[in-house]
């Protein structure tokens, strides 16, 4: 049973492995080792940074992508962002739209959860994987709409800050570009972020041409 617990428990720490976007620049600021992402002109700035959820449910990456978006106005002049405005596609050309917090809140109550269990019954050991769900208290998806960031009208010299939420990606995706687009004067102006998908990070500081770190990083 010794050699069987060694073999079984890499493989749950393996399938329960988070992927994680990590920027690549290509035309856009980035450090890869913070997963962060920056985009600037005259009128607005926008940072994106993956890997950034510190709220509850800690595991919230199982169940939704949640990314950290900050829009600055830097202008005279109102800027307008929207949900409709903010989506993925990954490399196969499928879209991605933006979950409402209401709804990534109600994905992360569902979520179920997967754990290994040991025991002893009646003096024999016993171990196994299983599915289990932990006693809801009502409060895992508080703090996604807590912190999620609410589009609408951005005023000259303030920002907009706060979580966005996509549906999980499938497995064998491996890369994925974030596209914004916000309003400034009824003009639309739309920035894309570029990222390569990983697990648990590994492989972030060979992302991107050598150029591209090297000009690109923030």
Do not use: H
Not at 61 to 90: A, C, G, H
């Amino acid at each position: 049973m010794r050699y069987a617990l060694l073999l079984i428990v890499p493989l749950f720490l393996l399938s329960c492995a988070q992927r994680v976007l990590v920027p690549v620049g290509n035309g856009i600021k980035a450090d890869p080792k913070t997963y962060t992402a920056l985009y600037e002109d005259g009128n607005v700035e926008v940072v994106v940074k993956a890997n950034a959820w510190k709220g509850y449910p800690s595991d919230l990456s199982s169940y939704v992508v949640p990314l950290y978006v900050e829009v600055v106005n830097k202008s005279d002049r109102e800027v307008w962002i929207d949900f409709k405005d903010m989506l993925l596609t990954d490399e196969r050309g499928n879209q991605y739209n933006a979950l409402s917090p209401k709804d990534a809140a109600e994905i992360a109550k569902r979520g179920g959860r997967v754990g290994v269990s040991f025991g002893l019954s009646y003096g024999t050991p016993w171990w196994g994987l299983g599915w289990w769900a932990p006693a809801y208290t009502g409060d895992e998806g508080s703090d996604v709409v807590k912190y999620a960031l609410i589009p609408g009208r951005i005023e000259p010299g303030s920002k907009l800050r706060g979580f966005v939420y996509f549906q999980p990606l499938p497995d064998e995706v491996e890369g994925v570009t974030f596209k914004l687009t916000y309003w400034i004067e009824g003009r639309p102006v739309s920035v894309k972020f570029p990222y390569k998908v990983v697990k648990d990070g590994k492989g972030s500081s060979s992302n991107g041409s050598k150029e591209d770190r090297a000009e690109n990083s923030l």
